[in-house]
């Protein structure tokens, strides 16, 4: 266990060193203050909390951005060792490949969860402050966002690892991470839609569709995060779909956390393959 915290600390470090906790931070700041301007501009009657509108749109920029940051955090995990010749040194050390693995995971989502909590929290702190404070229970829901958004990014750093140990060469290891983010955060979506288009006795739609949808563990976490707000009042037909979904609720992240196990496994045993 000593092994494993040591490599993990070790990831942080690199991470700080890298500039890699700011970069990510400040990405996710200014996008989120961006869309914190957006929807703190006047418009029509809206019949919920605008910190509620904020995080609804906060938990669609996290589809996008944090799964990218995730899969560029761990792209090299890997891969990145054997290139720079250190793999055989890492796998020398007293602590089992899996550890290895382990470390380094838990050192790259502590990252990721502090760019997110950086990011995102202040981004929630400004849009409560700038509606005058509102409702406090609403800044739970930022909260709730920030949990969810690490879960996502943990899911994404583990599939990274194994493009990461499937590979040889950086840059091979990053075409894989962007084909992976491209598949399951862009193309994935427009299979699904040209599945329902092409549906024409709606059997897809009502049976197979709902399935593929929570399967994909951005769609899920999508899903988790509208259905935990009112979702109508910012005008989503998420909130109305989720009732004919197999999983609704807290069940849906569920999807992202078995895929983290999977991949997490699957890479391990690459891993074990691998001779530096």
Do not use: C
């Not at 951005?65 to 010749?85: F, K, N």
């Not at 089992?96 to 380094?104: F, H, T």
């Not at 409702?135 to 599939?159: D, H, P, Q, W, Y």
């Amino acid at each position: 266990m000593h092994g494993v915290i040591t490599i993990a600390a070790t990831e942080i470090r690199i991470g700080l060193r890298n500039r890699w906790i700011i970069l990510s931070s400040l990405i996710l700041l200014a996008f989120a203050l961006i869309l914190v301007l957006l929807g703190s501009a006047p418009g029509g009657e809206v019949k919920t909390d605008a910190v509620t509108v904020v995080v609804a749109s906060l938990s669609t920029l996290s589809v996008y951005l944090v799964p990218l940051i995730a899969l560029l955090l761990s792209y090299d995990a890997i891969a990145g060792e054997i290139d720079r010749g250190t793999l055989q040194l890492v796998l020398a050390s007293p602590v089992s490949r899996g550890a290895v693995l382990v470390g380094k995971f838990l050192g790259h989502v502590a990252v990721l969860a502090i760019a997110v909590s950086f990011g995102y929290g202040i981004a929630g702190l400004v849009a409560f402050l700038a509606n005058g404070g509102g409702e406090a229970v609403a800044l739970i829901g930022v909260g709730r966002l920030i949990a969810s958004s690490t879960i996502l990014g943990a899911t994404f750093i583990a599939i990274g690892y194994i493009a990461s140990a499937s590979v040889r060469q950086t840059g091979t290891a990053a075409a894989l991470a962007i084909a992976i983010w491209l598949f399951a955060v862009v193309l994935y979506d427009l299979a699904l839609l040209g599945g329902l288009l092409a549906s024409q006795d709606g059997f897809f739609a009502r049976t197979v569709f709902p399935w593929l949808l929570v399967f994909n563990p951005a769609d899920a976490f999508r899903l988790y995060n509208m259905s935990a707000i009112d979702a109508l009042a910012v005008g989503s037909n998420l909130g109305g779909a989720g009732s004919a979904l197999p999983l609704s609720g807290l069940a849906t992240m569920v999807s992202p956390v078995a895929w983290t196990a999977i991949a997490l496994g699957l890479s391990t045993f690459i891993l074990k393959r691998v001779r530096p």
